[in-house]
């Protein structure tokens, strides 16, 4: 069943970034769910089944590289875009983030534009389940 709205999960342990995220998201007409925490975030994938996910990576108890990977293992979301949106800079840490399976890196503070203009070309690309 296809939706009208595209569904974006923010995933992060900051409420002020996941309220900020979900304001602007919605704003752009997308549907959002949020999750503080990357074992939550893993429950509501599969519950909610987002378009999209845009995932911290210092989180307590699974940080976002290993949810990255938990997403890459799972046959029926291993397609699902992932944005990495974090304070980490550093060249090894970007390379840490694509290995563990995200589509896009983007670090803290962000431009609000370039963020909506990454999420909408994630939501396109067909080999990551967006539109064909």
């Known amino acids: 069943m296809k939706r009208d709205r595209k569904k974006i999960i923010v995933v992060d ?3 002020t ?11 752009e007409g997308y549907e959002v ?16 089944d987002p378009d999209l996910m845009i995932l911290d990576v210092m989180m307590p108890r699974m940080n976002g590289f ?5 997403i890459r293992k799972d046959p029926v979301y ?5 944005l ?3 304070v980490m ?3 090894n840490d970007k390379i840490a983030g694509y290995n563990s399976g995200a589509d896009e890196y983007l670090v803290k ?16 690309m067909p080999m990551l389940g967006g539109i064909v």
């Open 33 to 48: 769910i949020t999750a503080q925490n990357g074992e939550d975030a893993l429950i509501k994938v599969r519950d909610e």
């Open 13 to 15: 342990d900051e409420k």
């Open 17 to 27: 970034v996941r309220d900020a995220l979900e304001f602007l998201l919605m704003n």
């Open 66 to 70: 290993r949810v990255a990977r938990a």
């Open 109 to 124: 503070p962000f431009d609000l534009d370039e963020l909506i203009v990454r999420v909408k070309c994630l939501l396109k």
């Open 89 to 91: 800079d550093d060249k």
């Open 78 to 82: 291993k397609r699902l875009p992932i």
């Open 84 to 86: 990495l949106l974090t």
